[in-house]
């Protein structure tokens, strides 16, 4: 069997450390035998959800460090399965709006249900509201990282504006879909200012360096930061230190990094001499131009 080329589709200069050390690595190192046993994507994905739910369990028991540890040790398990079925479907060819959807809901479902075995353990009602407001803004902070990700990756590419996703009857891809372009509209501009240019590729690597500190910072709103904040509140003592960070330091690292990488952009398009909705003195027509 041939075994399939490293994946290129993550640019590394943006990618969490545990990612190209730990996830990636061992994802790698599983595709051959899973793709040898015919294993699709989706059965792996619903496998990490099962990890993810035995993780929410072993937190349930935070108060004893080994069962924080073993909860820690079963989100890395997780987390591997999370980047392995993108790996087999972009192998396979079996990539699916379905499956894309699938792996965000598997992906919240694992993060929900460790939000409920610490809230039921706590107890109280602070304890609830604390993880239904945490829940609520990890589900904005998790959707627009990916958004922007992507967006990164296909500029990066020198591709502009994205095709529209294709038309799907499920109404849980329709929900994925439509939080995902929820900043589309904000970065129109740009894509349309690189979907202007003859040469879009010179554009691209500078898009590439100016955003990638912005992305570096964004990048810290990744399952696997969660995850060490999840072991390291619950080694505290205090599961609700983990729910705070969610609403106070990752909230204004998304806003700020959304602001930034916004800035990135209109400087770019400032750079060019052209505003969005304008054509250049090139494009002019000769009456223009006299």
Not at 39 to 52: C, E, M, Q, T
Not at 185 to 198: I, V, Y
Not at 200 to 212: C, D, N, V
Not at 271 to 285: D, F, H, K, R, V
Request: glycine share 10%.
């Amino acid at each position: 069997m041939t075994v399939p080329p490293p994946d290129r589709s993550r640019d590394r200069r943006i990618e969490d450390p545990t990612n190209l050390w730990i996830i990636h690595p061992a994802g790698r190192v599983l595709l051959p035998g899973f793709l040898a046993r015919g294993i699709s994507a989706n059965a792996v994905s619903f496998g990490g959800l099962a990890l993810g739910a035995a993780a929410a369990l072993s937190f349930s028991q935070w108060h004893v460090w080994p069962f924080a540890l073993l909860g820690l040790l079963l989100s890395v398990g997780w987390l591997i399965a999370d980047g392995l079925d993108g790996m087999i479907a972009r192998a396979t060819g079996t990539a699916s709006p379905l499956g894309r959807a699938l792996d965000g809901l598997c992906d919240h479902g694992v993060f929900a249900l460790i939000y409920i075995v610490l809230a039921v353990s706590i107890g109280t009602v602070e304890g609830w509201v604390l993880a239904w407001a945490a829940g609520a803004a990890h589900a904005v902070q998790a959707n627009l990282y990916e958004s922007e990700r992507a967006r990164f990756h296909r500029r990066c590419k020198g591709i502009g504006a994205a095709p529209p996703p294709a038309p799907s009857r499920n109404p849980l891809v329709r929900l994925y879909d439509r939080a995902a372009g929820m900043l589309d509209g904000l970065a129109a501009p740009f894509d349309a200012a690189m979907g202007r240019q003859r040469d879009p590729s010179r554009l691209a690597l500078e898009y590439g360096a100016r955003a990638t500190r912005p992305m570096r910072l964004l990048s810290l709103l990744t399952a696997n930061v969660r995850v060490s904040a999840i072991f390291l509140a619950c080694l505290a003592g205090n599961p609700r230190l983990f729910w705070w960070f969610e609403l106070v330091p990752l909230t204004a690292v998304l806003v700020i990094g959304l602001f930034w990488h916004r800035a990135v952009e209109a400087r770019l398009i400032r750079s060019l001499g052209t505003q969005p909705g304008q054509t250049s003195n090139t494009e002019q027509s000769p009456t223009q131009r006299t």
